[in-house]
């Protein structure tokens, strides 16, 4: 079991380097940035019908917004996974 674990750990940050490494001029940039500029390269006039409710202060509080909302909906998820593995075992059923 310990070297299954070691090996899905390093094929998780090889699938997080590896990209890196291949396009090593490319520009990360989120969808939002992308769709801007291309609907700007489409339509030069456009004007947004809607703003946001609050603009945060930084991209670092942007990043960190975004990473906070996505460790809760893993955490609801792997909570209901676990929840409900625990009532299969307990229940005696398999799956």
Known sequence: M???NIFLIFLCL???I???IINKDGAYEGADAQADALIYEINPEYEPWAESLWE???GEVESFLFA???AVG??????FVGK???QVVKGNKSI
Request: glycine fraction near 12%.
């Open 84 to 86: 409900k593995k625990g």
């Open 74 to 79: 893993a955490g609801f998820i792997g909570y």
């Open 56 to 58: 945060p202060p930084s």
């Open 2 to 4: 310990k070297r299954k």
């Open 18 to 20: 590896v990209p890196f």
């Open 68 to 70: 906070a909302q996505a």
């Open 14 to 16: 090889a699938l997080i």
